[in-house]
């Protein structure tokens, strides 16, 4: 587990996210809630802080009520390894209220931004097979997209 781990600060859908979020990849798991008692800013049971895990890599989770809403300014990033993970995961990240954004960036209906980025996009920009006209058109492709599309971007590439 990480020494540090980034706190998402949430209204009051800290544990209902946390849940959501690990059931979406692989090697999550919520790893302890600590709740509130009578007289605490929200009612007696609600969660304060959910500690979990994903993909391996720590979290919390705090409810901290509406002071601090999330911006774009911080992001998760997901690198993806095929189109149907790419698919699987934008589908359920903007479901119920997500909204989806441009070049692979989303927002979750908690207003948490994500990047859903296939590996395929970095090999195509920049691997030691990439040629710059390649490179260039696949770039071009990539910001006229949502979610990205592998095959439009394999398409670019090869001109």
């Known amino acids: 587990m990480s020494a540090i781990a ?32 009578e007289g605490g800013p929200q009612p007696a049971g609600t969660a304060i802080m959910v500690h979990f895990e994903l993909d391996g890599v720590a979290f919390q989770a705090l409810n901290g009520g509406p002071q601090f809403p999330f911006t774009e300014a911080v992001s998760l990033a997901i690198s993806t390894s095929s189109q149907e993970e790419t698919d699987r995961l934008w589908t359920a990240l903007t479901a119920d209220g997500g909204e989806e954004s441009r070049c692979g960036w ?30 260039g058109r696949a770039m071009q492709a990539m910001l006229t997209m949502r979610k990205i599309d592998i095959n439009g971007l394999e398409r670019a590439y090869n001109g």
Do not use: H, M
Request: glycine content about 8%.
């Open 6 to 37: 980034p706190c998402l600060w949430f209204d009051s859908q800290a544990e209902e996210a946390a849940i959501f979020y690990v059931s979406l990849l692989g090697n999550s798991r919520i790893t302890d809630v600590s709740r509130y008692s």
């Open 106 to 135: 989303l927002k979750d209906k908690y207003g948490l931004s994500w990047q859903i980025v296939p590996t395929r996009l970095g090999e195509l920009l920049s691997g030691a097979d990439a040629d710059a006209e390649g490179a």
